[in-house]
């Protein structure tokens, strides 16, 4: 909640007052101003200047809160999230950095009451997500400065936009509860909340679920972005340097059918120049030139989706456009990433004349960021935060030696300290960008933080891609619509689109995953057991043959109806 006296100074501590008609949200960090009453029955929100009585038929529950997330209108009633825990991570730029420990909803649905059946049933449906969405991780805010935007940004603000509320200077694509925001800034009741991943990196994503967001929509909008901008404070000097990564511009999509690697399907091919044109056209509106790199492999499923990536490039390189594809598991296989150095003589030219902001002790700039490497594979996870951590280790380095910390050949590698805060940040980076999309730490991430591949790094990834295709099968689905929910990109109403599929009889209604699984299993595990006793009885050969038999039917069943067990209805209406 923004001061009425103040364009930036914004309530760090408040009490929420739980009344039976209303919710009170009073400031209570040594500020004195006004404070806000929700209605419970229609969620319409006024400033009041002093709280209501209290008696014994009307004691309110009282509960610290550090923020206010947004309002959000379902059906027949609005619901307000707020930040009820939270927990100092570091600085940037002098000001402190907040990660969400616990987000709480509270709704303001009374009017529900009086509602047909069938709205009461898709309130619960509706209020259902936002129960998952209380659980979202890696959420950073700050009270003091604009998260969203870059150093260089920040710094190239004029001075009647650095006088604007935070929420007006922030970037809308970074600013994920920008649609919640929008009833509390109609009424004037400003509220700030804006994420990154803060310690020396800030990330800004634009992120849905893996699986279930792919590609890029119409206007060339990626469904997975992220801007990664890696800073450094010395001896009174700033330098930044910032890095993207996306999904692969074009109009494309994995169905989830139960299979590890769903078959990419690419859709309106004929669209896929303009498509990509869009989207590389904003970037460049944004960070001047780019160099586009393609990591992903040449031949399959991922090489057809990179010829036709390639292709669509030819149409719009330019001089300050470039396509570079590196097959990153051609050549660096699964151990040997220390190769990546080919890759970094290849476009050092780009890195060299495009190079990153330098800052003195006065602020001024010195040296400024032309622009940008974009970088992708299929997740935009592993192989690009790998890469994207060697190419920000050399341009640390080019940084060092501008500022003549380092000699002409000096190194990070040279100073054991200085080396492990760098693994150590990039991989911890990796692993949040990677659990917010695929709901696993990052692969590979034992090389970004020890140097090199490990056993014990290598089984922490089979783990991770066995946890990611059980998440991205059963439940990123439900948590893909409550990101949709919290961001408007779906209305609700009730209607034909939203009316829950009829009961289904006979296997279907109690078909699960977990039940398919125990079945698969239990039939190799026997089939392995008879396999063991082959040797004293030939019989056991027969018996091996059907347990198989059945287990690998079963199997093809479960994939050939994998919608059975990992899809559900759609609740939602496209939003316009």
Known sequence: MEKAD?????????????????????????????????????GSMQLIEKLPDSSSVRVPKIRTIFGVVGMLKLLAGSYLMVITDREQVGSYLGHS???????????????????????????????????????????????????????????????????LPLWRQAEPRFLWNNYMMEGMIDNKNYIHAKFGNVEVIISYAVRGTRM??????????????????QIMHLNGFTSSFVQVRGSIPLLWDQIVDLTYKPKFE?????????????????????????????????????????????????????????YWHFDFHHICGHVHFERLSILYEQIVDFLDRNGYLLLNEKG?????????????????????????????RNMLECQLRRLG???????????????????????????DVS??????????????????????????????????????????????????????????????????????????????????????????FFATLSLRQVRYDLRHLFFSSIWAGLSIALAAFVRANGRIFCNRPRLHKPRS
Not at 23 to 35: A, R
Not at 212 to 229: I, K, L
Not at 408 to 426: G, K
Request: proline share 3%.
């Open 6 to 42: 103040s364009g930036q100074k914004l309530y760090t501590r408040m009490r929420l007052w739980e009344f039976p008609d209303q919710y009170v949200i009073e400031p209570t960090d040594g500020s004195q101003g006004s404070s806000l009453a929700i209605s419970r029955v229609d």
């Open 97 to 163: 950095i907040f990660k969400v420990s616990s987000l709480k909803v509270f709704p303001c649905d009374h009017s529900l009451k009086n509602s047909p059946a069938e709205q009461k049933k898709m309130e619960t449906e509706f209020s259902g997500l936002l129960n998952i969405a209380e659980k979202t991780p890696g959420l950073y805010f700050s009270y003091e400065t604009n998260l969203t935007l870059s150093t260089q940004r920040l710094h190239d603000l004029g001075d009647e936009s650095k006088l």
């Open 212 to 229: 279930w967001r792919r590609g890029a929509d119409s206007d060339g909008y990626v469904a997975n972005f992220v801007e990664t901008e």
């Open 266 to 322: 690419i859709v309106r091919l004929e669209e896929s120049p303009r498509v990509a044109e869009r989207h590389f056209l904003d970037l460049r509106k944004k960070y001047g030139a780019v160099l586009a790199v393609d990591l992903v492999n040449t031949h399959g499923g991922e090489g057809r989706l990179s010829e036709k990536f390639a292709n669509a490039m030819q149409h719009i390189v330019s001089d300050d456009l470039r």
């Open 364 to 392: 001024e700039k010195m040296k400024e960021q032309l622009g940008v490497v974009r970088t992708n594979c299929i997740d935009c996870l592993d192989r690009t935060n790998v890469t994207q951590s060697m190419i920000a």
């Open 405 to 431: 910390i380092f000699a002409a050949e000096e190194t990070i590698s040279s100073h054991h300290n200085l080396d492990e805060c760098f693994r150590v940040l990039w991989a911890n980076h990796g692993d």
């Open 435 to 524: 659990i917010q999309y695929s709901g696993t730490p990052a692969l590979k991430g034992d090389f970004v933080r020890c140097g090199q591949r490990t056993m014990p790094g290598i089984a922490k990834d089979g783990v991770s891609a066995l946890l990611r295709y059980y998440y991205n099968n059963f439940c990123d689905g439900t948590k893909q619509d409550a990101i949709d929910l919290l961001q408007g990109h779906y209305i609700v109403s009730v209607s034909r689109d939203m009316t829950p599929s009829s009961q289904k009889g006979g296997l279907e209604a109690v078909a699960s995953f977990p039940l398919a699984l125990f079945f698969v299993l239990t039939g190799f």
